[in-house]
């Protein structure tokens, strides 16, 4: 009887790790990521960087 509450949380947790693996978590830790590697440097090149990317990415989205 317990194997088969185990297997079934087992499952249960697989799903759960899988629906978190989606676009919307990927698109949000690269810009998360991004983000903090940028406020990390101070230089300007990196900010101008990551605002041409997400304009480029969001506009792509619309289209």
């Known amino acids: 009887m317990l194997s088969v509450f185990i297997i079934s ?3 249960l947790a697989a799903k759960i790790a ?3 693996i989606s676009d ?3 698109e949000w830790a690269f810009f998360n990521i991004a983000e ?3 406020k990390s440097t101070s230089t300007p090149h990196d900010d101008e ?3 041409k990317i ?3 990415y969001f506009e792509g989205k619309e289209g």
């Open 54 to 56: 997400k304009e480029a």
């Open 18 to 20: 899988l629906s978190m």
């Open 24 to 26: 919307k978590f990927i």
């Open 9 to 11: 949380a087992k499952k």
């Open 36 to 38: 903090r590697i940028v």
């Open 49 to 51: 960087w990551l605002a």
